[in-house]
């Protein structure tokens, strides 16, 4: 008898084709509460970035050389859903906007996925992790989640 094991692995590339985004910016990932890195992106398309380093919770940058224009476009690809004549058209009617562009996705979702407690957002918006979660269940979802003077009752309406 022989032993044989089939493995089939598959998996969905993510591009780091540019894309539009307004230069300087500065972006900020963050895991649920805590600031995991910022990162400063000139005119001239270069990056610099500090990280939290007393954290256990894995970056999705390396760390251990400088970083490109190129890490930032992936970056942002992966924290949105993929340009794909399937999904996208649907996906971007319900954000409201008219074309895929990673950088206007980040703007509307956060970069929110499902399976992990990352999000981004650009060094000027004050939200909280409480409040880009909240935003993007009310896009995703439509679904607001209760106030303290709210009731139950309310929401099942």
Not at 41 to 53: G, I
Not at 83 to 102: H, I, Q, T
Not at 121 to 136: M, V
């Amino acid at each position: 008898m022989s032993n044989r094991l089939i493995k089939a692995h598959t998996y969905i590339p993510i591009s780091s084709d540019p894309f539009d985004m307004p230069l300087p910016i500065k972006l900020e990932l963050h895991h649920a509460n805590t600031l995991m890195c910022i990162y400063s992106v000139q005119s001239d398309l270069t990056v610099d970035f500090s990280y939290n380093a007393n954290t256990d919770v894995p970056m999705l940058t390396p760390t251990e050389r400088y970083l490109t224009m190129n890490d930032i476009y992936y970056l942002l690809r992966s924290r949105v859903f993929q340009d794909n004549p399937f999904v996208a058209p649907m996906e971007l009617a319900r954000l409201g906007l008219e074309e895929y562009n990673p950088y206007q996705i980040i703007l509307k979702t956060y970069g929110i996925l499902p399976a992990d407690a990352y999000w981004i957002k650009r060094s000027d918006d004050n939200s909280a992790f409480d409040d880009a979660i909240a935003k993007y269940n009310k896009i995703m979802f439509g679904v607001q989640p209760p106030g303290p003077d709210s009731r139950i009752e309310d929401f099942l309406h």
